[in-house]
T-cell receptor, first 112, second 112 residues
Framework: DGGITQSPKYLFRKEGQNVTLSCEQNLNHDAMYWYRQDPGQGLRLIYYSQIVNDFQKGDIAEGYSVSREKKESFPLTVTSAQKNPTAFYLC???????????FGQGTRLTVV | AQSVTQLGSHVSVSEGALVLLRCNYSSSVPPYLFWYVQYPNQGLQLLLKYTSAATLVKGINGFEAEFKKSETSFHLTKPSAHMSDAAEYFCAVSETYNKLIFGAGTRLAVHP
């Protein structure tokens, strides 16, 4: 089955630690996205990538980093510089600008 | 720069009543517009999309939306609400560089 997979579903992090969220797609999509979701704030764009080895900052990139070494994979690292990382993180992919994005099931990150 | 405004963070309707969820966009070029639905702790699912063909777009589960350029609106409607429609709904706009921006969301409650 084609789709987009995020792992893990739940993640706990100690303060001061970096943590990496996985996102993999087998839809052959060029574009991939990371969003952060907080209650009442909708989805805010962290980073997006239009093609392998290229990515752009979204609206809230501070404290996050990404890589796009393979078309299928777009991992997100939440660094210790992110002061309020507890949130629901969603990854998405799509083929081009006029097609819909497909979403993973999300990763809920909690700082303990 | 593109942006999306969803009026009303919470909407409550009776079962069988009309559903109207509002979305206004800002875009310097003709946009591509999308409506998504999200159930708790899940990813987003596409309801419908506007890609410059017909201005009245029909989607899944009886939802439809009308693109009105003069009002920069893309409101979502359903003639008769069902209990299973209770969820959070997001409007999104796609413009240049494959950037995909979401509104803050509207939580729909359906009561008997």
């Amino acid at each position: 089955d084609g789709g987009i997979t995020q792992s893990p579903k739940y993640l706990f992090r100690k303060e001061g630690q970096n943590v990496t969220l996985s996102c993999e797609q087998n839809l052959n999509h060029d574009a991939m996205y990371w969003y952060r979701q907080d209650p009442g704030q909708g989805l805010r764009l962290i980073y997006y990538s239009q093609i392998v080895n290229d990515f752009q900052k979204g609206d809230i990139a501070e404290g996050y980093s990404v890589s796009r070494e393979k078309k299928e994979s777009f991992p997100l690292t939440v660094t210790s510089a992110q002061k309020n990382p507890t949130a629901f993180y969603l990854c998405a992919s799509r083929g081009n600008i006029n097609t819909e994005a497909f979403f993973g099931q999300g990763t809920r990150l909690t700082v303990v | 720069a593109q942006s999306v405004t969803q009026l009303g963070s919470h909407v409550s309707v009776s079962e069988g009543a009309l559903v109207l969820l509002r979305c206004n966009y800002s875009s310097s070029v003709p946009p591509y517009l999308f409506w998504y639905v999200q159930y708790p702790n899940q990813g987003l699912q596409l309801l419908l999309k506007y890609t410059s063909a017909a201005t009245l777009v029909k989607g899944i589960n009886g939802f439809e939306a009308e693109f009105k350029k003069s009002e920069t609106s893309f409101h979502l409607t359903k003639p008769s609400a069902h209990m299973s429609d209770a969820a959070e709904y997001f409007c999104a706009v796609s413009e240049t560089y494959n950037k995909l921006i979401f509104g803050a969301g509207t939580r729909l409650a359906v009561h008997p």
